[in-house]
């Protein structure tokens, strides 16, 4: 079917790289979208008085966070940040692998997948740029929180 086997090996390492891409993104997905089954019961405890106390007076509050829940938010946090740098380096790849493609002789000479390519690597390079500008709003955000913390320290 290819004759050219440079093409076949970058169009693999492509589509295993776009498999490895998806993988990621769907955790991250599931990590912020989908609400796990402790956060849903650690939020609220209920409180409720003598066993005299009809059951439908019983009210909740929100539960007071512990010292291992903030050091779980923080392992959280770093696998986030781990995961999300799996991302970066994985579009990375997919990128510099796109662009060896589209240098293949024998993509040069096929318009319909150089322009199938092409779309790819600019989807590539639009989510490596995504992903700087996060990254440095993430940065100017964690800025600004220490400023205002040693701001509100100096009272």
């Given at each position: 079917?290819?004759?050219?086997?440079?093409?076949?090996?970058s169009?693999?390492?492509?589509l295993?790289?776009?498999?490895?891409?998806?993988?990621?993104?769907?955790?991250?997905?599931?990590?912020?979208?989908?609400?796990?089954?402790?956060?849903?019961n650690?939020?609220?405890s209920?409180?409720?008085?003598s066993?005299?106390t009809p059951?439908?007076?019983?009210?909740?509050?929100?539960?007071?966070?512990?010292i291992?829940e903030?050091?779980?938010?923080?392992?959280?946090t770093?696998?986030?940040e781990?995961?999300?740098?799996?991302?970066?380096?994985?579009?990375?790849?997919?990128?510099?692998?796109?662009?060896?493609?589209?240098n293949c002789?024998?993509?040069?000479?096929?318009?319909k997948?150089?322009?199938?390519?092409?779309?790819?690597?600019?989807?590539?390079?639009?989510?490596?740029?995504?992903?700087?500008?996060?990254?440095?709003?993430?940065?100017?955000?964690?800025q600004?929180?220490?400023?205002?913390?040693?701001?509100?320290?100096e009272?």
């Amino acid at each position: 079917m290819n004759r050219n086997p440079e093409r076949s090996a970058s169009l693999q390492k492509y589509l295993a790289l776009h498999f490895q891409q998806t993988r990621i993104r769907d955790a991250i997905q599931r990590r912020y979208f989908s609400p796990s089954p402790d956060s849903r019961n650690s939020s609220v405890s209920p409180l409720s008085s003598s066993p005299s106390t009809p059951p439908h007076s019983t009210f909740y509050t929100h539960a007071i966070p512990t010292i291992p829940e903030e050091v779980e938010d923080q392992d959280e946090t770093d696998d986030s940040e781990e995961e999300d740098q799996k991302l970066y380096d994985i579009n990375r790849q997919i990128k510099y692998t796109l662009t060896d493609l589209l240098n293949c002789d024998s993509t040069r000479t096929d318009p319909k997948f150089r322009a199938w390519v092409q779309s790819r690597l600019m989807d590539a390079e639009m989510e490596l740029r995504r992903q700087r500008k996060r990254r440095v709003s993430d940065d100017r955000g964690s800025q600004e929180m220490v400023e205002s913390i040693a701001n509100s320290m100096e009272i």
